[in-house]
């Protein structure tokens, strides 16, 4: 089945550590995203890529970091400088960065737990 | 920018009972028009969507119509599920179609 893959779903992280978060998707998609959602709140995008190799930051990127050296992989890394990283992150994926070809797909999410 | 505004919620209905979501935007351009679904725990799915002025967007009963006079996508459906509790996240896209500007959300809970 084709899909977006996240893991772990939980993950519980010391303060003052960086951790990484996994995205794969097997849709063929071009552009890929990673989103924070806080409770009782929309999502706020972090950073997005719309081709291997190359990024954007988006609107909170600060205290993050991504790499995307394959199309179908986008990892997100929370690095120490991150004040409050508690949270649900969401990755999502779409055909590419077009008019028209813009819906996006998400994955199940992985939330963080800052201790 | 681009800026996405629901209805505030929390929402709570009875079982069958007829359910609007009211969602306006403000962008440059007739961006793409989304509606997605959050079950809790779980990442967004796509409900529906509409990509120009006067398309209706429809789904698992659930309609839209993307209204440009009003710059306005309402959510609707005629007799609510207890299986349709869920927050709702009206979307819309920017111009070159690189990224989602998404409204906060609304929690729709639906009683037996």
């Known amino acids: 089945d084709g899909g977006i893959t996240q893991s772990p779903k939980y993950l519980f992280r010391k303060e003052g550590q960086n951790v990484t978060l996994s995205c794969e998707q097997n849709l063929n998609h071009d552009a890929m995203y990673w989103y924070r959602q806080d409770p009782g709140q929309g999502l706020r995008l972090i950073y997005y890529?719309?081709?291997?190799?190359?990024?954007q930051k988006g609107d909170i990127a600060e205290g993050y970091s991504v790499s995307r050296e394959k199309k179908e992989s986008f990892p997100l890394t929370v690095t120490s400088a991150q004040k409050n990283p508690t949270a649900f992150y969401l990755c999502?994926?779409?055909?590419?960065?077009?008019?028209?070809?813009?819906?996006?797909?998400f994955g199940p999410g992985t939330r963080l737990t800052v201790l | 920018g681009d800026s996405v505004t629901q209805m505030e919620g929390p929402v709570t209905l009875s079982e069958e009972a007829f359910l609007t979501i009211n969602c306006t935007y403000t962008a440059t351009g007739y961006p793409s028009l989304f509606w997605y679904v959050q079950y809790p725990g779980e990442g967004l799915q796509l409900l529906l969507k509409a990509t120009k002025a006067d398309d209706k967007g429809s789904n698992k009963g659930f309609e839209a119509t993307y209204r440009k006079e009003t710059t306005s996508f309402h959510l609707e459906k005629g007799s609510v599920q207890v299986s349709d509790s869920a927050v709702y996240f009206c979307?819309?896209?920017?111009?070159?179609?690189?990224?989602?500007?998404f409204g906060e959300g609304t929690q729709l809970t639906v009683n037996p």
């Open positions: 999502a994926s779409s055909r590419s960065g077009v008019v028209g070809a813009d819906t996006q797909y």
């Open positions: 979307a819309l896209s920017s111009l070159d179609g690189s990224r989602l500007t």
């Open positions: 890529s719309q081709i291997v190799n190359d990024f």
